[in-house]
């Protein structure tokens, strides 16, 4: 066993003294063998899980209208935290929670795709801040990741790495997941460890399932070979983020369960909500803010659409926390549940709001400003939660998931953006008298690093791969296992996203609401120019704003969250959204930076946008060498975005062919009239812009062997946004595909071999010599 003394410093290296040794092997004395690496022998198994824009209000073990049996179980046989708080948005939650510091301290101030060069904004986690999987490895824990990352700088996520801050850079020995903010959930984009793998195309496939799958043989495989090595297991799903997709089965089951509306719920479920006392009996319930219409002013014909819409998110929630328990399950089966500490995070912010205030069943058209109407969604109504749609439920639908509080998952300032209800459940270490309790103490979610530390009986290390270690900024909550009257110890802490910011203090709690999530484009107000709210300890759901009655005491909170800004690197305040989507604007690295052309080869797959020349917005061209063997040839030989938003040059049943594919709504094809015969082509492809602003048209051609052999006009162009996760991908077009029209699974190209592929860009598209983006933001 390992002296505690040596585990300061990771790795462990225990002193050793020379020993004097016989020359012939035959004359020693065989010494003590070599002892594997392990935690100290009271270390539990540690699975973590965290689901994804799920408001406080919309699990049933908090009150919610979303059916979560297995939560509640957990909660029946454990603790659940009724203030306990995260950041507000996915990337900066992920970071505080693995490294157990603020967000800004880890570079984590905003999502990884509008990193800007700000220390405390830029996505780097420095290395005097290790991760709690890298520390727990280096004390002999088994480590792995599945499931959603979001969490490595956007310039590093292709073959040339860096690999420092990919999962398996982070201290997890596997990862299987995706690395964006959200995926497709019936044709993800995928990687085990690094490396890029095929989309699933089994029937009946859904990656939450698949993620339970994973994590189920994981564990297994691991504890057959070593049960006496405790694991850590990160289980991190991407629901109920958008897209919205479940089976249908499980939205059939809340069929009507929502025509009452938003308003009507948020009643009712804070009434459940006092019934469980997860909120005290005097809590209040907030107003609706008045942005946000009421639910008896809509149309009947919208109402119908927008109770859907809620069914399908509440179906998502009930068919995530299933797979939940086909996990515990398995432990359970294992014999190795009472000495696992479960901690099942229920969301990592609040319900999102990011859909506008009719919802949309194209997420990706409402980032690039151009909203479904309701009339078009109102004929799609059967299609939202399959396939074909990338939907999200409408603002006021998110408010009422995070009731009783105000505001929703980006407003850093107000509950209703930052608390989420947590389960800890830990049969071996929370006492029979304990169990079923509330927890009411303050608790943030970078307290959960070294809560796991204390009670694996790890010291915090003070160096780790030979870099001293910042101290973590978190609190242990573990007094809390066995206490429910104990003081709280996390007495402050500062909140900010996009200039939405607030401060607790001892009780206190004064913020200030900047800008609204579902408003990407326009002017904000000036920082100074926002109004600051002040709340008191016995007001739990910031319903009774004092700053006006006390505004000395408000002043000395503005006051701490300068200086706690300060300490953290919160400052400059940043509440541009779309101009940090540019790394020109933003100003953190692209590997295109000063390339104007790539040469890509097949083989290269899931390549984001950092990584190679941008596209959008300007005029392209793609030169590819391409032969062609006897029969048919067809498929992908380049494709960036996916099925709802992006283009491809392809190969149809032999055809030349380019498709622009605007949104998911508008599919211009243009396609050569003759099929190539076999033998080596030069194809090109080129794409001229109009120009004149953001998401214009132009005009598309192809060449063979620099004839043109087809031209056509594309009307609109993706202005933003192919996605979250629009990765190009070379002679295959793995995800849900651009276009049906290659006739081949996942467009890999058959009947010939694409040699590789030219990329270039012309144009300075729409940045000025100022880096001022929003000044030519027009979308037509």
Known sequence: MVDPAYRGSLPIVTPSRPAVTPVDVRDSERPDPVQPLRPPAQAPNVLM???????????????????????????????????????????PTRAALLTGRNHHTVGAGGITEIATSYPGYNSVRPDSCAPLSEILRLNGYSTACLGKWHQTPAWETSRSGPFDRWPTGEGFERFYGFMGADTDQYKPTLFEGTTPVDTPDRAGYHLSEDLADRAIADIREQQAL???????????FGAAHTPHQVP??????????????????????????????????????????????????????????????????????THTDEQVGRVIDSLEDRGVLDNTIVIYMLGDNGASAEAGMDGCLNHRATINQSPDTLEDMLEHIEDIGGPDCFNHYPVPWAHAMNTPYQWTKQVASHWGGTRNGMIVHWPAGIGDAEKGGLREQFTHVNDIAPTLLEIAGIPEPTSVNGVTQKPMEGVSLAYTFGDADAPERHTTQYFEVFGNRGIYHDGWSACTMHGVPWVLLGQRPRFTDDVWELYAPGDHAQARDLAAEQPERLRKLQDLFLIEGSKYQVFPLDDRKVARAFPETAGRPSLAEGRPSVRLYPGMRHLGDAVIPETKNRSFQVTARVEVAEGTARGAVIAQGGNFGGWALYLRDGRPAFTYNWLGREMYDIEAGVALAPGSYEIRCEFDYDGGGVGRGGTGRVLVDKALVC???????????????????????EGAAVTDRYGVERGVFTGGTVNHVDLSVSGDGIYDANGDLMAKLAVQ
């Not at 965290?50 to 059916?67: E, I, N, Q, W, Y």
């Not at 070593?226 to 991190?236: C, I």
């Not at 031209?711 to 077009?733: K, L, Q």
Request: proline share 7%; hydrophobic share 35%.
């Open 49 to 91: 899980i965290l689901l994804d824009d799920v408001g406080f209000g919309a699990p049933s073990p908090f009150g919610g209208p979303c059916r979560m049996p297995v939560a509640e179980r957990l909660a029946e046989q454990g603790l659940k935290y009724t203030r306990f708080h995260t950041t507000s948005i996915c990337s």
């Open 226 to 236: 070593t049960p006496d090595k405790p694991f850590f297991t990160y289980l991190a």
């Open 711 to 733: 031209e056509g006009r594309v009307d609109r162009t993706v202005p933003f946004m192919y996605g979250h996760t629009s990765w190009t991908n070379i002679a295959c077009n």
């Open 248 to 317: 249908r089965r499980y939205i059939e089951e809340y069929a009507g369960a929502f025509d009452h509306g938003w308003d009507e719920q948020r009643e009712r479920t804070l009434a459940r909500q006092k019934e469980l006392g997860v909120v005290p009996e005097d809590c209040e319930l907030t107003e609706r803010p008045d942005d946000m219409p009421a639910w008896a002013d809509r149309p009947e014909d919208a109402r119908r659409l927008y109770a859907r819409m809620m069914e399908t998110y509440a179906a998502m929630c």
